[in-house]
């Protein structure tokens, strides 16, 4: 986990606002990911971005949920008008190069009141 | 889409013995990782397999791609309190390694002193 930083940890909303989680990769890396982990279950690929570009957004919910990079400052996953099925562990990833090794951020756990 | 089955979901052993795991997929994989992940945690790389039949160690983990390239297992020898996690299995999809990784539901390893 060393290098990827995620904020904040812990993130409590009420149903209605706005969640907005920030990653910044490794030093070197321009590759992130998104996941969503809800309890009990294993991580689930939301988006995948590269600086200023979003290249795979499968995963991401088509509303209320959006992602970006950009060329200078973290990424950002923000989760417009939250309810309380958006609680869960948000973890982002980045990796370097193409061995298809990812490492992951500690997680933003997100409560939805 | 493509899905990793893991079993077992969840194992309580004695310290000092060995553990097992595995994961098995219906489509192929190019690369086999394994992941631990404490509670509150993001998920930690454990091994990474890039070969088929390819087995490869990192202290008391081993972990194998299987030739067919549909499955790989993980094992822990002589187990300690600290092992206690969730190790999940996870394989990248798309090409060149770069795309999202689909993850295993977990095995939850429980160890009694």
């Known amino acids: 986990n060393a290098g990827v930083m995620q904020n904040p940890r812990h993130l409590v909303r009420r149903r209605g606002q706005e969640a907005r989680l920030r990653c910044s990769p490794m030093?070197?890396?321009?590759?992130v990911y998104w996941y969503r982990q809800l309890p009990e279950e294993g991580l689930k690929f939301m988006v995948y971005?590269?600086?200023?570009?979003?290249?795979?957004e499968s995963g991401m919910p088509k509303e209320r949920f959006s992602a970006e990079f950009p060329k200078e400052g973290p990424s950002i996953l923000r989760i417009q008008q939250v309810v309380r099925g958006d609680s869960a562990a948000y973890f982002c990833?980045?990796?370097?190069?193409?061995?298809?090794?990812?490492?992951f951020g500690p997680g933003t756990r997100l409560t939805v009141l | 889409g493509q899905q990793l089955n893991q079993s077992p979901q969840s194992m309580f052993i004695q310290e000092g013995e060995d553990v097992s795991m595995n994961c098995t997929s219906s489509?192929?994989?190019?690369?086999w990782l394994w992941y631990k992940q404490d509670p509150g945690e993001g998920p930690v790389l454990l091994i990474a397999?890039?070969?088929?039949?390819e087995l490869t160690s990192n202290g008391r983990l081993t972990a194998q791609f299987g030739i067919t390239r549909k499955d790989s297992f993980l094992n822990i020898s002589a187990s300690i309190p600290s092992d206690v996690g969730i190790y999940f299995c996870?394989?990248?999809?798309?090409?060149?390694?770069?795309?999202?990784?689909?993850f295993g539901q977990g095995t939850t390893l429980q160890v009694k002193p």
């Open positions: 990833a980045s990796f370097r190069d193409r061995t298809g090794e990812q490492f």
């Open positions: 030093k070197g890396h321009s590759h």
């Open positions: 971005l590269q600086k200023e570009n979003i290249i795979d």
């Open positions: 489509s192929i994989f190019n690369t």
């Open positions: 397999l890039y070969k088929a039949g």
């Open positions: 996870a394989g990248p999809v798309g090409s060149g390694n770069t795309g999202k990784l689909i």
